[in-house]
């Protein structure tokens, strides 16, 4: 059974493990809401809608049939819910988006934001304590001071290991609008933080002020047509930044060019297709992630339908596209209806830029291998969930000839959706959430 | 390896009608036993968000339905399909600028080809209502043209840089009129920021926090048919919906059943 693979081999993949509930009953505090791997692939965080980040570590082992294991390393509460009462709204606790800082001492660092506040959370390991004391009792009483008659010093002796989450820094009031994206540049010391209509520039120690560098609020509101859907740091020019744009626009920008990006270095568009045109045209444009490739020299959009592939060298239209769904282009006033042409799905590149992935609907999620010109459609669910268990490519047919094994659009559950995956930087392991459930799958080992 | 200390949390207050699970261990630490097919005999479990207990939600036959439709009907549906969910966009928990903005967008993109295509395709056109509101300057005007209101909002919202649209605006003395409509796209959009109760102060959008202060000129009982918008937050359906969702089902004549509608989103975006 072929799948998509990075290099010549066929990559197969297999069911690791499922973290989450299997209750049906979704309670809203659970879903999750973003997912994102550390640099090396140890540690893969998840942000809920709850505002809790639950980080899993991945288990050296040294069994070789079987991959790591990841388990549960840490677990707090990152944001809460806060109310705006200037404007008696509230403010969602969500986490919108999680991002590793590279590793510089034993502390893990990462950078968590909801709709209006990023904070920086350092995850630390205690794995000794000081034990001996003479002064206190075992539960901590003192003990009478006028019983003791020797003099000790406490020494460190191992204990069991504790996993700790505290809060560095607190980035808030910087933002008017939600929070969509943030990105941690490559001088590691600064990064940005993108809202819908301005980006702003901060540097990871100073909390009390940010730059503005993008602000395309225009004066008059009324004239709004456009927002900002996503933003990242090129992964190697420090200087680069791009922003998606709601109306299927990339804009590249350089910051010695000046301090206030307006005036983009690059835009990235491609032109309609006029065979195309409907009246969700613009809404099915909106890109809703934007990714660049490991090597700096690509970037990837998702807009509703498609996957597209840019070179940074040439603004006129993509490299690559790929169709994610299709069979949905027929049915877009359903989608309209329902909501669901709003998702935002997100998607990511392979460690060595060979593959990248996206989710779908019906738990479904896709690989598109650029070298080998092939696709696969797999699924996450319950079914497939036997250890090792090879997953089968699944198909969907848009007309009415369905095949054995085929699903028909119409039986599609658009609640199912996976509209967030991350891929392991090294490894052929995949983290793919489902509503409430964050599947691993790992290419078999033989 | 050592045990791990799973740090125990509480999960935050109970608000409104979001009741949070408090848990003591994080939830995505039960390592789900893997159980074979035979134990989800009945059906996939299937996620509850949104949609009641053991409903799948699937495509409905609006698309197929739609698609039989002429254009200008399908255009019609769509449009009353945006002008919906503008409306919802207001009274979410959670509004989303980005959303907004796509369906102001698509609302322009309609009424602007319904604008260019004038009276060129209405089955019955209404009596446009008798208003002072003409501007002399305007080029003639047939009798079905999409009567000023629609135009109003149409270009208040998204403010085109339409000369029709400008000088039909500009004069409009009362009611519908372009400070309001300007103010009502305000409102619509300024209503996404999120203000920091300490910062307000230093923040240069006061005027967008100032415009909640309604200074409207019309008066409000020529809406009398259309009940008090409700109250932020609550999903009950007022009085002013039932008579919406009754006009788009039963109007026939679309141009009337638009100056409905737009006259009834004035209402509740002045108002709220």
Redesign the interface.
């Known amino acids: 059974m072929a799948g998509a693979g990075g290099g010549s081999n066929d990559v197969q993949w297999c069911f690791s493990?499922?973290?989450?509930?299997?209750d049906?009953?979704?309670?809203?505090?659970?879903?999750i809401s973003t997912v994102e791997f550390n640099h090396s692939g140890e540690l893969l965080a998840?942000g809920d809608k709850?505002?809790?980040v639950?980080i899993?570590q991945q288990?050296i082992e040294n069994k070789p049939q079987c991959r790591s294991e990841y388990?549960?390393?840490?677990?707090?509460?990152s944001h809460?819910?806060e109310f705006?009462?200037?404007?008696?709204?509230?403010?969602?606790?969500k986490i919108n988006k999680i991002r590793w800082l590279p590793q510089k001492n034993a502390a893990q660092f990462l950078l968590s934001t909801n709709?209006?506040t990023i904070k920086l959370w350092k995850i630390s390991e205690r794995?000794k304590r000081p034990e001996g004391y003479n002064l206190k009792e075992e539960d901590g009483r003192y003990i009478d001071p006028n019983t003791v008659t020797a003099l000790r010093v406490p020494v460190f002796r191992p204990m069991?290991?504790?996993?700790?989450?505290s809060p560095r820094r607190v980035f808030?009031?910087a933002?008017?609008?939600?929070i969509n994206s943030i990105s941690i540049n490559s001088d590691h010391e600064t990064y940005l933080s993108a809202d819908?209509?301005r980006i702003n520039l901060w540097h990871q120690e100073i909390t009390d002020r940010s730059f503005n560098i993008v602000d395309i609020k225009p004066a008059?509101?009324?004239?709004?047509?456009?927002?900002i859907?996503a933003a990242e740091f090129h992964p190697h020019q420090c200087n680069t930044f791009v922003y998606s744009s709601?109306k299927g626009t990339i804009r590249l920008c350089d910051m010695r060019a000046s301090a206030l990006c307006d005036t983009h270095s690059k835009l990235f568009e491609e032109p309609e297709d006029p065979s195309n045109r409907s009246?969700?045209s613009?809404?099915i444009s909106?890109i809703s992630d934007v990714k660049f490739s490991h090597n700096g020299r690509y970037m990837m959009t998702r807009d509703y339908l498609s996957v597209k592939i840019w070179d940074l060298n040439m603004e006129s239209r993509p490299v690559e596209t790929y169709q994610v769904h299709e069979y949905l282009r027929?049915?877009?006033?359903?989608?309209?209806?329902?909501?669901c042409i709003?998702d935002k799905f997100e998607c990511c590149w392979n460690g060595n830029d060979s593959v990248v992935m996206t989710g779908s609907y019906n738990n479904f999620f896709r690989m598109f291998d650029r070298g080998q010109r092939r696709d696969v459609t797999l699924e996450a669910?319950?079914?497939g969930?036997?250890?090792q268990q090879v997953l089968k490519p699944r198909k969907v047919c848009a007309d009415g000839k369905r095949k054995k094994d085929e699903i028909s659009?119409?039986?599609?559950?658009?609640?199912?959706k996976i509209l967030h995956t991350a891929w392991h930087p090294q490894d052929n392991v995949i983290a793919v959430a489902?509503?409430?459930n964050?599947y691993i799958f790992q290419d078999k080992v033989n | 390896m050592g045990q791990r200390d799973i740090v125990s949390y509480e999960t935050s207050v109970r608000r409104k009608s979001r009741i949070r699970t408090a848990s003591t261990m994080c939830r995505l630490d039960v390592d789900c036993a893997v159980k074979g097919p035979e134990q989800h005999g009945n059906a996939l479990p299937s996620s509850r968000y949104m949609v009641g207990r053991g409903v799948k939600r699937k495509l409905n036959d609006c698309e197929d339905q739609m698609l039989d439709l002429p254009y200008p009907q399908q255009r019609q549906l769509v449009l009353d399909l945006c002008l919906d969910k503008l409306q919802s966009c207001q009274r979410r928990a959670e509004p989303s600028l980005h959303r907004s903005v796509l369906l102001a967008n698509t609302l322009r993109q309609i009424q602007q080809e319904m604008r260019q295509e004038g009276g060129l395709h209405l089955e019955s056109p209404p009596p446009a209502p008798a208003t002072p509101r003409h501007s002399p300057d305007l080029p003639p005007v047939p009798s079905d043209r999409p009567s000023t209101p629609v135009a109003a909002l149409s270009s208040s919202l998204l403010c085109e840089d339409d000369n029709d649209a400008q000088s039909t605006c500009t004069e409009l003395p009362k009611g519908t009129g372009s400070e309001d409509g300007g103010k009502s796209q305000d409102l619509l959009f300024g209503s996404f920021e999120i203000t920091n109760s300490t910062s307000y102060l230093t923040d240069l959008q006061l005027d967008d926090i100032f415009e909640d202060i309604d200074t409207s000129m019309y008066d409000p009982s020529d809406f009398s048919v259309l009940a008090c918008p409700p109250p932020r937050g609550s999903s009950g359906a007022s009085l002013g919906n039932d008579y919406n969702l009754k006009a788009f089902s039963t109007s026939s004549s679309t141009l009337q059943m638009c100056l409905n509608d737009l006259d009834h989103i004035m209402e509740i975006l002045v108002r709220s």
């Open positions: 493990q499922v973290k989450g509930a299997i049906d009953d979704v309670a809203e505090a659970d879903i998840t709850g505002g809790r639950v899993f288990e388990n549960v390393y840490s677990t707090f509460q809460e819910p705006d009462y200037l404007k008696s709204l509230e403010i969602e606790e709709d209006k794995d069991d290991l504790m996993v700790e989450a808030a009031n933002h008017t609008y939600h819908d209509l008059n509101m009324e004239e709004l047509t456009e927002v859907t709601s009246f969700f613009e809404i909106s027929n049915k877009l006033c359903s989608l309209y209806e329902n909501d709003f669910s319950r079914e969930s036997k250890p659009v119409d039986s599609l559950d658009f609640n199912k489902t509503t409430n964050l």
